[in-house]
T-cell receptor, first 112, second 113 residues
């Protein structure tokens, strides 16, 4: 399976703390994307990092990519209760026409 | 901000019935997708559509499924004879290029009884 895998599966933190989620994948990628999903809703694109990039920031989000380890991490700093959601990584593989492959997600709970 | 819209938000259907799920992608996007998510599980790719034809499809997308872009704005997913295991959230998405930022609709929750 080319599916990316996030860990942890679930994460519970206090408001104000940082949350780190990790994603591992199997083969060469063009880019890796992170999405957020509130319960029962659609996915919202957060950030895209290309294979030649190592780090990217967007507001309180920081994404890193280590292609040698085939892994990425998403850091949410100074978390808020409103950050409570599931977070998915999606890999755009370099080979052929493979569509975006989503991992199983990390369920983040931020407790006020 | 442009958005992808899906209708209906919830559909209940009898096993064996046909359903059509509708989507209006973002107007200047070139690639359209259907994904599904069984409750609490991963998001699974079904099919992609480009230049008025299917570009990729998964093993899930068997002969019971079909997609159409009938009028240049709507994008539909038809399931001919629904099974209980088709119960899931179905998401439509669109992007301007292949495998770049995808914009997702809010989903249609399909319940097959």
């Amino acid at each position: 399976s080319q599916q990316g895998e996030e860990d942890p599966q679930a994460l519970s933190i206090q408001e104000g703390e940082n949350a780190t989620m990790n994603c591992s994948y199997k083969t060469s990628i063009n880019n890796l994307q992170w999405y957020r999903q509130n319960s029962g809703r659609g996915l919202v694109h957060l950030i895209l990092i290309r294979s030649n990039e190592r780090e990217k920031h967007s507001g309180r989000l920081r994404v890193t990519l280590d292609t040698s380890k085939k892994s990425s991490s998403l850091l949410i700093t100074a978390s808020r209760a409103a950050d409570t959601a599931s977070y998915f990584c999606a890999t755009a593989y370099a080979s052929g026409n493979t569509p975006l492959v989503f991992g199983k997600g990390t369920r983040l709970s931020v407790i006020a | 901000e442009p958005e992808v819209t899906q209708t209906p938000s919830h559909q209940v259907t009898q096993m064996g019935q046909e359903v059509i799920l509708r989507c209006v992608p973002i107007s200047n996007h070139l690639y359209f997708y259907w994904y599904r998510q069984i409750l609490g599980q991963k998001v699974e790719f079904l099919v992609s559509f480009y230049n008025n034809e299917i570009s990729e499809k998964s093993e899930i997308f068997d002969d019971q499924f079909s997609v159409e872009r009938p009028d240049g704005s709507n994008f539909t997913l038809k399931i001919r004879s629904t099974k209980l295991e088709d119960s899931a959230m179905y998401f439509c998405a669109s992007s301007d290029y292949w495998n770049t930022e995808a914009f997702f609709g809010q989903g249609t929750r399909l319940t097959v009884v």
